[in-house]
């Protein structure tokens, strides 16, 4: 079995997002620029998570993803078959055809027992844990959420420029 990025990513951003939903819904272009993560991808993953129900989205300014359940009650099972994640060794899918119409292969047994005992691994693995030993190695949590699109900035005017904005006003300012 080998966990792909999908897999990965997708538990890494559900971590960030445990960690600083406190705060209110949390961005996924706040994520992404985290923990280095495309925004496509992660629009991607969180559709998923969110027809799972691991995620709510709220809409318009302030908006942005919150948990859908408390992070003790999220696997990490739970977010790697949201994301489609295939946790499966065997050869064959667990469809028993490991050597096509021969029948199941020699191990097929290992690797359906490896199975169960990764999902079980898995299934033990709380959301709240992962969030727990983050800040136990001391991954702090910004205080202040990003600054949304609406700004307190003053707006600042564009320069004025009494340059020639073509090949051709270019030409006739020589000629003058």
Same mark, same amino acid.
């Given at each position: 079995?080998?966990?792909? /990025?999908?897999?990965?990513?997708? *538990?890494? #951003?559900?971590?960030?997002? #445990?960690?600083?939903?406190?705060?209110g819904?949390?961005?996924?272009?706040?994520?992404?620029?985290?923990?280095?993560?495309?925004?496509?991808?992660?629009?991607?993953?969180? $559709?998923?998570?969110?027809?799972?129900?691991? *995620?709510?989205?709220?809409?318009?300014?302030? $908006?942005?993803? /919150?948990?859908g359940? @408390?992070?003790?009650?999220? %696997? !990490?099972?739970? &977010?790697?078959?949201?994301?489609?994640?295939?946790?499966?060794? %065997?050869?064959?899918?667990?469809?028993? =055809?490991?050597?096509?119409?021969?029948?199941?292969?020699?191990?097929?047994?290992?690797? /359906?027992?490896?199975?169960? @005992?990764? &999902?079980?691994?898995?299934?033990? !693995? %709380?959301?709240?844990?992962?969030?727990?030993?983050?800040?136990?190695?001391?991954? %702090? !949590?910004?205080?202040a959420? &990003?600054?949304? #699109?609406?700004?307190?900035?003053? *707006? !600042? @005017?564009?320069?004025?420029v =009494?340059?020639? =904005?073509? *090949?051709?006003?270019?030409?006739?300012?020589?000629?003058?």
């Open positions: 079995m080998r966990l792909t /990025t999908k897999g990965r990513f997708a *538990v890494t #951003a559900m971590i960030d997002l #445990a960690m600083r939903q406190h705060m819904p949390v961005t996924l272009a706040a994520i992404s620029q985290r923990q280095q993560i495309s925004l496509s991808y992660l629009e991607q993953l969180f $559709g998923k998570l969110r027809r799972h129900e691991l *995620v709510e989205s709220t809409r318009g300014p302030g $908006g942005g993803y /919150t948990l359940r @408390k992070p003790e009650s999220i %696997t !990490v099972a739970d &977010i790697i078959v949201a994301v489609d994640e295939p946790i499966d060794a %065997t050869q064959c899918g667990g469809k028993e =055809n490991c050597l096509g119409e021969g029948g199941r292969c020699m191990t097929h047994e290992l690797w /359906t027992s490896l199975n169960s @005992k990764m &999902i079980e691994f898995l299934d033990s !693995v %709380t959301l709240k844990k992962l969030v727990d030993e983050q800040l136990a190695k001391g991954v %702090t !949590v910004e205080d959420p &990003i600054k949304r #699109a609406i700004s307190s900035a003053p *707006v !600042v @005017k564009p320069i004025k =009494n340059a020639p =904005n073509s *090949v051709f006003a270019l030409g006739a300012a020589f000629t003058k």
